[in-house]
């Protein structure tokens, strides 16, 4: 296969699609994943000062029909759907031409899921995918009860009512969880995905672990995700994989310790929190999961930190990025919740670095439905005490 990269120099990809005046071409070998210069083809870049030159752009388009990759540092709407119909992938990066191969190669060579491909699977998850949001549906399993962090945000709660993260009607043992996976269905067939994401951290106790088991032996079809703060994740890709999960959330809201010291009050025994976020996420990608990373945005916090957060877990193999507006409580119920215009920004500058997710609801931890269209939380739990937050 060949892949084209937006260089100017031949060593950095540092070029938007539209200004670029030469693609490098590189091809990889199909089997054994060698590399080899090919050639450099020169382009005269239609877009110069605003101006959008057809004539040129569709030289452009046709110098790389070619290939199966293009890496560039932004490619308009317009030029992606083009690109996209000729079967060419757009992957905004930026870096050394070297380096940027070596991660295309380590991509390449992922083990594929077990039972269907990587892109159905995130083509089918509503909160991977922009296709999926409005059409499939998840299920949010209760079923972890405590957590390993202190973050100044959270507050987690147990009602009926509130729609964010954190909450929840109550606690559901492992062992229901199969019982409550079918009623689910039955309330809604178009469910794809069964998630675990609280209402405490995912992997501060084996209840997540336990219950995929359970879920991926009776549904093996349905995708698992699992949504973690990522302390306890480095050394659970393998077991995590052995369980059915095939995407994970990590949630990163800051990756220089000076500043996540202003949003998380208490790790447990003090581990460092940002290594293991990264390095957990580098695990679930080799082993070929798909990993997906939230980022709250906090006004005068992290909001300026957001395009470093996204390049860091970008090169750790994360594949895209969902910032998600505070909600101010606890510790920071007198901070104001980011504006439209700053979260764009905010998105704007991490997009530099790593595909954004903009179509992300506050779920709750029992959340049940296809998000944005069905919400079936309450029927799905009527009549059914559940356990409250104080075990685990």
């Given at each position: ?57 569709n ?36 870096g ?27 083509d089918?998850h509503?909160?991977f ?18 957590c ?59 209840h ?66 940002i ?11 080799d ?36 910032i ?27 997009g ?41």
């Amino acid at each position: 296969m060949k892949i084209a990269f937006a260089s100017n120099d031949g060593i950095y990809v540092s070029q938007h699609f539209g200004h670029a005046r030469r693609f490098l071409i590189v091809e990889i070998d199909d089997v054994t994943h060698a590399r080899r210069y090919l050639e450099t083809r020169e382009n005269d870049s239609p877009c110069k000062y605003g101006d959008h030159d057809e004539e040129k752009f569709n030289r452009s388009v046709e110098l790389v029909a070619d290939c199966k990759a293009l890496f560039c540092v932004k490619a308009g709407s317009y030029a992606q759907v083009r690109l996209g119909r000729m079967g060419v992938q757009v992957i905004e990066k930026h870096g050394f031409i070297g380096e940027l191969l070596d991660d295309y190669i380590r991509y390449l060579r992922r083990p594929p899921f077990v039972g269907y491909k990587r892109r159905e699977v995130i083509d089918d998850h509503p909160c991977f995918s922009e296709k999926a949001h409005n059409r499939s549906g998840r299920l949010h399993l209760p079923v972890s009860p405590a957590c390993n962090i202190r973050c100044r945000f959270c507050k987690r709660a147990r009602n009926t009512d509130e729609v964010r993260p954190g909450v929840a009607a109550g606690l559901l043992r492992p062992e229901e969880a199969v019982d409550t996976v079918r009623r689910a269905l039955q309330l809604c067939p178009q469910i794809k995905v069964v998630g675990i994401a609280g209402p405490g951290d995912t992997l501060a106790t084996d209840h997540a672990l336990e219950t995929f088991r359970l879920v991926h032996a009776a549904w093996p079809d349905l995708i698992k995700c699992l949504s973690t703060n990522g302390l306890d994740l480095p050394g659970k890709a393998r077991e995590l994989w052995d369980a059915g999960v095939r995407t994970v959330t990590v949630t990163v809201n800051a990756v220089d310790p000076g500043i996540l010291g202003k949003i998380v009050s208490w790790v447990k025994d003090g581990r460092d929190l940002i290594s293991a976020q990264l390095q957990g996420i580098r695990e679930c990608v080799d082993i070929g999961m798909a990993v997906k990373v939230n980022t709250v945005l906090i006004p005068g916090i992290n909001d300026t930190h957001v395009a470093d957060i996204a390049k860091a877990v970008s090169e750790a193999g994360a594949a895209r990025q969902n910032i998600i507006p505070l909600i101010p409580q606890n510790e920071f119920s007198d901070l104001p919740p980011p504006t439209c215009r700053e979260i764009e920004k905010a998105r704007q500058e991490a997009g530099k670095h790593i595909e954004q997710f903009r179509h992300c609801k506050h779920c709750r931890a029992d959340a049940c439905g296809i998000p944005g269209v069905s919400d079936l939380t309450k029927e799905l739990y009527q009549g059914r005490e559940l356990e409250t937050f104080s075990h685990g």
